[in-house]
């Protein structure tokens, strides 16, 4: 959760926040359970206390039968009543963690008001978008052609929007990542590979919530988990209740892992084929940092990005995401959006990658920390993410964007090295 000091003593900027997110959450109600909650475990420390003093006052004092009678029978009341008062701070403090938990992180004052990615803010846009001299295909109708996606046995074997990747696609999967890995390795990242599941209390942690009508997520019923929707889940984990040298800082990740989303509710045109799944991977970039260097790596998570799919041919543009666009965990937000030919009627942008920066708000959340030699005292690291490459969308954008006339796809000229052919035929 976010600092509940701060938070008081800014309640106004937030619920100004709240507002521009459109967010509803009472905070009179969260500021009145940290108090009932700081007065119950200032109770429950009075009555430890005078239990300590029973426990350890001289015996001599104590002259006859009848008065160590009288204290044991005290000492027996205030354990009783300590009992008690432990019951009810541990419901206070679960209550008031329960509403806490709901307060979304601060936004950067340049992140534009609006209600949905239809109010983001376009940035820039990069590369021409392909004028076809024939009718072109969507991504759907390509792989079918070239036998590359197979959507029926995937509905057969694990239901709708599960599928399989045949023949040129798995191997042009396997040279995206190459491609990306290499790129991401020469800059200092370091490679991962995540497990699929997660404790749920990782999830929750992160930002995700893996329970109720609002989740996302596939929960595994009587484990406490759940499978992951990104690596971001796992790598923040992975240093959750950590103090982190100063020295070892900032941490760079590149992970890549299989993503579980269960998408209710997600239908329409922009959800055809590989757009939008049950199941893909995806290579995200993860970056734990001190506060003041936050920023400073936003801003080069989204060069990276952009390196990427500028060296891979892809038009596409950067946009700022607006309030009501940004998720809980976000401080700040870019998209970049692909241009695909197939998507809608005559072509559309569509996100591809993503870039967040989450300032202290999941590393409050998991406690982690790192030590700060000048000030003496722990503090809280920022943390930021980044997809590198959802690698099914990808594919879409490189399926649509480099089709020839006669049915083919020319693959992109930095996965050639990965491959033994340059066609799709």
């Not at 800014?10 to 009932?36: T, V």
């Not at 009587?222 to 103090?243: F, N, P, Q, R, Y």
Request: aromatic letters at 10%.
């Amino acid at each position: 959760m976010i600092d509940v000091k701060k938070l008081q003593e800014n309640h106004q900027s937030m619920r100004s926040n709240l507002l521009a997110r459109n967010i509803k959450i009472d905070l009179d109600r969260i500021f009145s359970l940290y108090e009932d909650v700081k007065s119950q475990k200032q109770e429950l420390e009075d009555m430890q206390s005078k239990l300590n003093a029973i426990s350890k006052g001289p015996r001599d004092s104590v002259s006859t039968m009848e008065d160590r009678q009288s204290v044991t029978m005290n000492a027996t009341a205030l354990k009783g009543a300590i009992i008690k008062a432990k019951e009810r701070y541990n419901s206070l403090e679960e209550e008031f963690s329960f509403y806490a938990r709901q307060v979304p992180n601060w936004t950067s004052s340049d992140v534009p008001i609006g209600v949905s990615d239809e109010d983001n803010l376009t940035i820039r846009t990069v590369g021409d978008i392909p004028r076809f001299s024939f009718s072109s295909r969507d991504h759907l109708e390509l792989g079918r052609k070239l036998d590359l996606l197979d959507f029926d046995s995937g509905a057969k074997v694990a239901g709708s929007k599960f599928y399989f990747l045949k023949n040129e696609a798995v191997f042009l999967q396997h040279a995206l990542k190459s491609y990306i890995f290499n790129k991401a390795l020469k800059v200092g990242f370091t490679p991962l590979q995540t497990p699929d599941i997660s404790y749920n209390h990782i999830m929750e942690g992160v930002g995700f919530s893996p329970k109720g009508d609002e989740s996302n997520t596939y929960e595994l019923a009587g484990l406490d988990k759940s499978l992951i929707a990104t690596a971001e889940i796992c790598i923040a984990g992975m240093h959750s209740d950590e103090v982190i040298d100063s020295a070892r800082l900032p941490l760079l990740y590149i992970a890549e892992s299989h993503c579980f989303r269960r998408e209710a509710g997600a239908s329409g045109r922009s959800s055809k084929g590989l757009y939008r799944v049950h199941q893909f991977e995806k290579l995200e970039l993860f970056v734990i940092c001190r506060p003041e260097d936050s920023a400073v790596y936003h801003e080069k998570i989204l060069a990276l990005q952009e390196e990427i799919y500028t060296e891979l041919g892809i038009p596409y543009r950067v946009v700022l995401n607006c309030t009501g666009d940004l998720g809980a965990p976000a401080y700040k937000k870019y998209d970049i959006e692909a241009w695909m030919p197939g998507k809608g009627s005559a072509g559309e942008y569509g996100e591809i990658t993503s870039a967040s920066n989450c300032t202290d708000y999941q590393a409050r959340r998991l406690n982690i920390k790192f030590k700060d030699p000048l000030l003496r005292r722990n503090q809280y690291v920022h943390t930021l993410n980044g997809t590198a490459s959802a690698l099914g969308r990808t594919m879409i954008a490189i399926l649509e964007n480099f089709q020839k006339a006669d049915g083919s796809v020319h693959i992109p000229e930095p996965l050639k090295r990965y491959l033994d052919f340059e066609y799709i035929v």
